[in-house]
């Protein structure tokens, strides 16, 4: 399945209405999100799953950054 632009709509809104277009506050929630599976009891999740978890939230936090930063520099 391929995406379209207008597919990534619903997460632009959410970008907009909960970050106030702020990628950099939505990167520094990701950052704070992935610090906190640190304190998750350690049985809550395998070992592989915790780390398949925080994987995507990084990929997802350096896609956003690149957004910024190209943005930035337009």
């Not at 990167?27 to 994987?55: A, G, V, W, Y």
């Amino acid at each position: 399945m391929s995406l379209k632009v207008t597919d990534l709509r619903p997460l632009l809104s959410y970008i907009q209405e909960c970050h106030e277009g702020d990628l950099l506050s939505l990167t520094q929630n990701l950052d704070k999100t992935i610090f906190m599976f640190h304190f998750i009891p350690m049985d809550t999740f395998s070992d592989l799953e915790r780390q398949n978890c925080c994987h995507v939230l990084m990929e997802l936090k350096e896609a956003v950054m690149e957004v910024y930063l190209n943005k930035n520099d337009l």
